[in-house]
């Protein structure tokens, strides 16, 4: 994305030698992709839309640079080095993990005592959650629902699940945008939060069925 693609210029004006594969081949801007390439000289291995077997292909590409450090984006590559390229791990120092669940799934393997080098949880950052996912999250889902659809949110049931970082800033922009806001939540005291702040709170068998 235009975003990665400035961290990377970043990190080569800083001097790094860096490589680049998608997170997620869906997000991938192929535009973006070829200037790296182009205009910039940044190794990048991505394709929008790119199958199963490519997308690891693409990892396996990108980690031959050999890193010092990874940046990863929901744990693929950092799983992938653990699986399947062990090798590369007398040479990372360390890394970075910006996702939740990338966050939850390295936890995971550091409780059961397999992480292989030192990560930085970036999500658990407050500059990241606090924003990046309440605002950031909150605006571009309805950003891509509403360029999809071209619906009008207002007047429209919203059912939002899970009332996390990303499921407050989804449900107040969509209340903000005139939509009923439902919310399903497992966690009692983010479901009395999400109560307190004004929305209709319930088990997702019963929102479901909610009609504007
Ligand atoms: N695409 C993006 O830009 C982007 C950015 C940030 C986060 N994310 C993703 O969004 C998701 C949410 O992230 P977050 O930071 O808000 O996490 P969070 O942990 O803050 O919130 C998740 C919430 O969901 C609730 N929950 C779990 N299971 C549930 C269920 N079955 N029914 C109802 N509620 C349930 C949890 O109790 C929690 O409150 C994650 O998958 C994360 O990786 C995407």
């Known amino acids: 994305t235009t975003e990665t693609a400035n961290l990377m210029r970043t990190l080569k004006e800083g001097g790094a030698e860096v490589a680049l594969c998608a997170s997620n ?8 992709a070829a200037a790296l390439v182009h205009h910039y000289g940044i190794s990048t291995f991505a394709i929008k839309g790119e199958d199963h077997e490519t997308y690891y292909r693409h ?4 980690l031959d640079i050999r890193p010092t450090l990874t940046m990863d984006d ?19 120092i360390g890394g970075t993990e ?29 500059t990241k959650h606090l924003f990046d996912n309440r605002y ?4 571009s889902t309805l950003d891509g629902i509403l360029r ?11 059912v939002v699940a899970g009332y996390g970082w990303c ?42 069925s909610v009609r504007g």
């Open 167 to 208: 499921g407050r800033g989804v449900a107040s922009r969509a209340r903000g945008m005139g939509a009923r806001v439902v919310v399903t939540e497992i966690d009692p005291t983010k479901a009395i939060e999400a109560v307190m702040d004004g929305f209709e709170v319930m088990p997702m068998e019963g929102a479901g």
């Open 136 to 139: 950031g999250t909150g605006q």
């Open 74 to 92: 929901g744990a693929d590559t950092v799983g992938l080095i653990h699986n399947d390229r062990r090798d590369l791990m007398e040479t990372i």
């Open 148 to 158: 999809c659809t071209n619906m009008l949110l207002s007047g429209r049931v919203v």
């Open 98 to 126: 910006e996702t939740t669940t990338g966050v939850i799934r390295l936890r995971a393997m550091a409780n059961e005592g397999v992480l292989g080098y030192p990560i930085v949880a970036v999500n658990d950052a407050l």
């Open 25 to 32: 081949p869906l997000s991938t801007q192929d535009d973006t």
């Open 59 to 62: 990892i396996h590409q990108a």
